[in-house]
């Protein structure tokens, strides 16, 4: 079991910034496809964000709703996916879980509330 540490969630309020991170060892880092999903309460999972490497360039992709404001980054230097949320909205509400190849982080809560 490869184990995905994530970190960065936590309460915000609306309009507010979070960067979330998951930090990955080196052997499974270089996988091809990695991303961001989240599952907010009653709802199914969705996928928010993706990067799948290629030998020209890396491939982003974003959820509809999240388009604008999130942004998915990789640092292949300290092996460490990241998620950074700006213009936080209560609808964003979610355990957001990391993905890498198939392998799955614990997923840490996010919170947007006044």
């Known amino acids: 079991q490869v184990q995905l540490v994530e970190s960065g969630g936590g309460l915000v309020q609306p309009g507010g910034s979070l960067r979330l991170s998951c930090a990955a060892p080196?052997?499974?880092?270089?996988?091809?496809?990695m991303g961001w999903y989240r599952q907010a309460p009653g709802k199914q999972r969705e996928g928010v964000a993706s990067?799948?490497?290629?030998?020209?360039?890396?491939?982003?992709n974003y959820a509809d709703s999240v388009k604008g404001r999130f942004t998915i980054s990789r640092d292949n230097a300290k092996n460490t996916l990241y998620l950074q949320m700006n213009s936080l909205k209560p609808e964003d509400t979610a355990v957001y879980y990391c993905?890498?190849?198939?392998?799955w982080g614990q997923g840490t809560q996010v919170t947007v509330s006044s």
């Open positions: 993905v890498i190849g198939t392998n």
């Open positions: 080196g052997s499974i880092f270089s996988r091809n496809a």
């Open positions: 990067i799948t490497r290629t030998a020209r360039a890396d491939y982003i």
